[in-house]
């Protein structure tokens, strides 16, 4: 019987330095593929800030922070970052204001009011609507949603901030309304019981007992949803043009601050020129907006948890 | 003493009842509004388009006139972007996973290398594409090839895959763990045999949900320098390319109204692509996840 002895066996496996020895490497090799990410996060902040630290001494950072104009491409180029933010600004304000009744509305109705087998339809065609590439978003701001608000209101341009506002609000729809519904979702049923049974309708329990609740998710679905609107590329840069303008009117052209990135990365701008470097001047506005946005959603989900 | 007032409260119930059920078709209407433009969405793109799809749009080429434009460019540029992309992604945020579910001791470093990773998740695609063009196609002058956008993208969707997969690892009862490490095996086997195996139909879904997503990203690519018209296919990692979104939006920005249509057609093909990856996901995760 010695060809199975196990304890034999077990002292030759034992042996083999091999086998000691991936056990010794895996952690080390996982801990570095680990560190990438926050390589990733180094890498995103020394290039952003160093290449805006060329911009500023090329460019004082007082006219950048109180200027109103941007103008990177006529011959007396201005730097009013102000002006790309309002685009921003006009966009997002737009989106969401449509987004929020809308996605909420969706939330209280898929957690609150519809069957399982409903609620089994919609939300797969939520996660299509947020798999939708934003190019493709993009050409139907352009070719469908703008030529439709032109036929009913003659006084919106071909590009303007009404048409692209409103698809990235579609765009974010799906995001509040499945966060939203995750959190009311958490809330325990015998809460639910409670308010019916105290004799409430089923709309008081919702605003009464459930949204309070749940505010920390709700809020934090918002805030996240706000993030992805300023962050958002592909819809402005091809539905709400390329004019850089202060002004609050969102039935002409505008520009956001994605969209004069693009528009210098296809091909406006050579190495090394002061409208290279306010590209990266532009990204660090922006990736300060959206770090701001992500750090606020992170603390107002962690600060008004209610644990049940 | 009454301490309800009955005749108050009977008062008030119809009021309250019927904005209860107005209500509710309020918020059917909401729910109903991402479905009505998904729908509008696509019957405007596949009417507008499919006229275009004939197997010569699949066989040339872009061109300045609509009728010969084609897509041969910008799909074989995809599929070569995705082939790069994967293996990179996939070696990165599953090996990522591993080390925060398995190994990571609970101390500041591996705390904050998960805040870390939410925080890149809420990056603008944008700020990515800054960190290729700055990092990859300057510094390491690879310029805009492959392997350039394909090492962005990976960074890019790196946060979604490490997220599913470590949702994935964790599903994973303690008691097959447990048992494996109890019939003698090491740590690595325990993780190659037992764990791997079983979080596997998830972390796969998490990557080619992660995939296409990436598939239809346009903006890094731009920012990278991915050229918009290009008449030949890359033979090697190093060479540029053509991508499919790229190619619909350079369509998109042509004033040529026939070219509207072309871009449709364009975007059946991307929206076709994205179903298909999506379906197997789907698939996969329905057939394969196991309860434990």
Known sequence: MSEYNIQKMISEKKGRRSSAFIEKMVPIILLLITLVSVLTTIGILVTLLSETIVFFTRVSPIEFLTSTEWSAFSSDPQWGIFALIMGTLKITVIAVIFAVPVGLGAAIYLSEYASDR?????????????????????????????????????????????????????????????????????????????????????LEMV????????????????????????????????????????SINILESLQTMTGFIVQVASGDATYGTDTYFSLYAVGMTLFVFTLIMNVVAQWLSRKFREEY | MELINKQEVSKKLSGRLLLNKVLKYIFLLFTLVGLVVLATLLIDTVLDGWRYLTPDFFTSYSSSRPESAGIYGALIGTLWLMAVTAPIAIILSVGTALYLEEYAPKNRLVNFIKVNISNLAGVPSVVFGLLGLTLFVRLMELDSSVLAAALTMSLMILPVIVVASQESIRSVPSTIREASIGMGATKWQTITRVILPAAVPGIITG?????????????????????????????????????????????????????????????????????????????????????F
């Open chain 1, 207 to 246: 605003f009464k007992v459930i949204l309070p609740a749940a505010i920390s998710g709700i809020l934090s679905s918002i805030v996240l949803a706000v993030s992805r609107a300023i962050g958002e590329t592909m819809i402005v840069s091809i539905a709400a043009g390329s004019t850089p303008n202060a």
């Open chain 2, 207 to 291: 990557i080619i949900l992660a995939l296409s997503r990436a598939i239809g990203e346009t903006a890094p690519l731009i920012i990278i320098g991915i050229p918009t018209i290009l008449l030949f296919t890359p033979t090697g990692v190093l060479d540029t390319f053509s991508a499919l979104p790229m190619q619909i939006y350079s369509w998109v920005k042509l004033p040529n109204p026939e070219f509207q249509s072309v871009t449709a057609a364009g975007i059946i093909v991307l929206l076709f692509i994205l179903f298909l990856m999506n379906s197997v996901a789907i698939y996969i995760r329905n057939k394969y996840s196991k309860r």
């Open chain 1, 118 to 202: 409903v609620r089994r339809i919609i939300k797969p065609i939520l996660e299509i609507l947020a798999g939708i590439p934003t190019v493709v978003y993009g050409f139907f701001a352009l070719t469908f949603v703008t030529p439709l608000l032109r036929g009913i209101w003659s006084e919106v341009n071909l590009f303007n901030a009404l048409s692209p506002g409103l698809v990235v609000g579609v765009m974010i729809i799906p995001m509040i309304a499945s966060l939203s519904e995750d959190a009311m979702s958490a809330v325990p049923n015998t809460m639910r019981e409670g308010a019916l049974g105290l004799g409430s309708t089923r």
